[in-house]
């Protein structure tokens, strides 16, 4: 039962700060599937077809690193075994970020989460189950939870028995970060990677903040994000459901095994980093407005782009 509320990639580049010449450029698209969902790149730029071919091997490559639906993957054989020797750099340092996000927020960002997110999966699948998983079962799969029990170096990566990882509320983040910094380095100054989380670089086409629509539900919030040089990442808690009728959310509480609280509608957070945004947005969805605001105070450059209540 593969849930994900990351729904489609966009990379768009802008001319705006491109000589004139360059600017008459013919647009170049990609369409194809990245990150486990359609995707398409547009760039405007006179060497646009290497570079969308750059950006797409990068994803595919990140792909083989952190996704749970990808065969061979990194994080699949490191679940599979319980251990990875030589981990690719990507993962050790995504999972440093990981701890990271751990200590900041109380233990409420936990990628150990995956043997609990299985668990109502399995629980779910195929019925029209009201309940939730029982108590009995619920507690004993937090017996396989706990990020603060990952032993990461260069050397290897190491799990308990039952331990599995997830990396879906920080990897979108952390590849668009990665996509964002490539494109950089091959000279564009204005682009926007969307892998449902943002990163926004320079200038949109007309010369103004890069504009990103958001919803709350089934509704679109009048005022846009606007976004120059920096990341935005949004949460809902009830987005997505197991049971499809919203009463189970997707996004788990890894100390009590139970869904987010109907806390909030719309959770979404800007930071200079993808990675930084997309973990915040998913452990907020965990947290009462004083918790947030309190974790905040740990990352000055981060904040609330919009907070939605229920």
Same mark, same amino acid.
């Given at each position: 039962? &593969?849930?994900?509320?990351?729904?489609?990639?966009? /990379?768009?580049?802008?001319?705006?700060?491109?000589?004139?010449?360059?600017?008459?450029?013919?647009? #170049? #698209?990609?369409?194809?599937?990245?990150?486990?969902?359609?995707?398409?790149?547009?760039?405007?730029?006179?060497?646009?077809?290497?570079?969308?071919?750059?950006? @797409?091997?990068? /994803?595919?490559?990140?792909?083989?690193?952190?996704?749970?639906?990808?065969?061979?993957?990194?994080?699949?054989?490191?679940?599979?075994?319980?251990? %990875?020797?030589?981990? &690719?750099?990507?993962?050790?340092?995504?999972?440093?970020?990981?701890?990271?996000?751990?200590?900041?927020?109380? !233990?409420?960002?936990?990628?150990?989460?995956? &043997?609990?997110?299985? %668990?109502?999966?399995?629980?779910?699948?195929?019925?029209?189950?009201?309940?939730?998983?029982?108590?009995?079962?619920?507690?004993?799969? $937090?017996?396989?939870?706990?990020?603060?029990?990952?032993? %990461?170096?260069?050397?290897? =990566?190491?799990?308990?028995?039952?331990?599995? %990882?997830?990396?879906?509320?920080?990897?979108?983040?952390?590849?668009?970060?990665?996509?964002?910094?490539?494109?950089?380095?091959?000279?564009?100054?204005?682009?926007?990677?969307?892998?449902?989380?943002?990163?926004?670089? !320079? $200038?949109?086409?007309?010369? *103004?903040?890069?504009?990103?629509?958001?919803?709350?539900?089934?509704?679109?919030?009048? @005022?846009?994000?606007?976004?120059?040089?920096?990341?935005?990442?949004?949460?809902?808690?009830?987005? =997505?459901?197991?049971?499809? *009728?919203? @009463?189970?959310? #997707? =996004? $788990?509480?890894?100390?009590?095994?139970?869904?987010?609280?109907?806390?909030?509608?719309?959770?979404?957070?800007?930071?200079?980093?993808?990675?930084?945004?997309?973990? $915040?947005?998913?452990?907020?969805?965990?947290?009462?407005?004083?918790?947030?605001?309190?974790?905040?105070?740990?990352? &000055? *450059?981060?904040?609330?782009?919009?907070?939605?209540?229920?």
């Amino acid at each position: 039962m &593969p849930l994900s509320r990351r729904r489609f990639l966009v /990379i768009s580049a802008a001319a705006s700060a491109l000589p004139v010449a360059a600017r008459a450029q013919a647009v #170049h #698209h990609w369409r194809g599937v990245a990150l486990g969902a359609d995707a398409t790149i547009t760039l405007a730029h006179p060497d646009a077809a290497r570079l969308v071919e750059l950006a @797409r091997r990068e /994803i595919t490559r990140l792909e083989t690193v952190f996704s749970l639906h990808t065969p061979g993957s990194a994080l699949n054989r490191l679940n599979a075994t319980g251990r %990875l020797a030589a981990p &690719p750099p990507e993962l050790l340092e995504c999972l440093s970020h990981c701890a990271h996000l751990h200590r900041a927020t109380g !233990g409420l960002f936990d990628p150990t989460i995956q &043997p609990l997110w299985v %668990l109502y999966a399995r629980h779910f699948a195929g019925t029209r189950m009201a309940e939730l998983p029982v108590s009995t079962a619920r507690e004993a799969t $937090l017996a396989s939870v706990g990020f603060d029990r990952v032993r %990461l170096n260069a050397a290897e =990566i190491r799990l308990d028995p039952g331990f599995a %990882l997830s990396l879906n509320g920080i990897a979108q983040g952390y590849i668009a970060d990665r996509v964002g910094a490539l494109l950089r380095a091959q000279g564009l100054r204005d682009v926007l990677v969307n892998t449902g989380e943002f990163q926004a670089l !320079g $200038l949109g086409p007309d010369g *103004q903040p890069w504009q990103v629509g958001l919803k709350a539900g089934d509704r679109v919030l009048r @005022r846009r994000a606007a976004l120059r040089d920096m990341a935005l990442a949004s949460s809902a808690a009830q987005g =997505i459901s197991f049971d499809g *009728q919203g @009463r189970a959310g #997707h =996004i $788990l509480n890894p100390k009590t095994g139970l869904p987010a609280p109907a806390y909030w509608q719309l959770v979404s957070v800007k930071a200079p980093q993808a990675w930084l945004a997309d973990g $915040l947005s998913t452990a907020f969805c965990l947290m009462d407005r004083q918790a947030i605001t309190r974790t905040l105070g740990l990352f &000055p *450059q981060a904040g609330i782009e919009r907070l939605v209540s229920m």
